[in-house]
């Protein structure tokens, strides 16, 4: 189950949003959440959700401002920005952030429901990639000498395409 943050500082809208995910259906749960950006910080810090919801216009700084932190902490953190605002600008910072969505309000169902079930595929993506990644480096480590001994085993015995080894090989210098 996966923790989800939600950081906007309309209680009603918070609420609304609250109410229209589909927590189970999406086997993740509220975590946290947080109507300015220095209590987002602290409840990041304490309670790691892997997906934040934020809200552009919070107090203290913006949200983007704020993921573009929390993304130092934890650079695989996947953010779901919402907005009031139609503006490109906003779209072009998401896009930097690498934002799974940019949603604007009023926020419909079906579009946090899609957002997270995005977010939460790119971070089993990712999981599976790292147990692939690391199945690959321990199946390497555990074969590396045998590796190493085969290689050279064959480097040797094979005739140089090297034109300087050939050289060597017709001087005696080179045994292989």
Do not use: H
């Not at 999981?127 to 050279?152: D, G, R």
Request: with cysteine.
């Amino acid at each position: 189950m996966l923790d989800v943050m939600i950081i906007e500082d309309d209680a009603s809208a918070r609420e609304r949003l609250k109410s229209i995910i589909s927590w189970d259906k999406l086997n993740c749960r509220l975590a946290c959440e947080a109507m300015d950006s220095d209590t987002a910080k602290d409840l990041f810090l304490m309670y790691r959700p892997k997906i934040i919801i934020t809200d552009i216009n919070i107090p203290i700084i913006s949200g983007l401002d704020l993921a573009r932190e929390l993304q130092l902490e934890d650079p695989n953190l996947r953010i779901i920005v919402i907005t009031g605002y139609n503006d490109f600008d906003l779209v072009r910072k998401s896009v930097d952030l690498r934002a799974v969505s940019l949603l604007s309000k009023p926020i419909q169902s079906n579009e946090i429901n899609d957002s997270l079930e995005a977010a939460i595929k790119s971070i089993q993506t990712e999981c599976e990639k790292e147990k692939s990644q690391l199945s690959l480096k321990q199946l390497v480590s555990s074969n590396l000498p045998e590796m190493q001994k085969t290689f050279i085993g064959n480097l040797l015995r094979k005739e140089p395409d090297n034109p300087s080894l050939k050289y060597y090989k017709f001087m005696g210098w080179y045994s292989g």
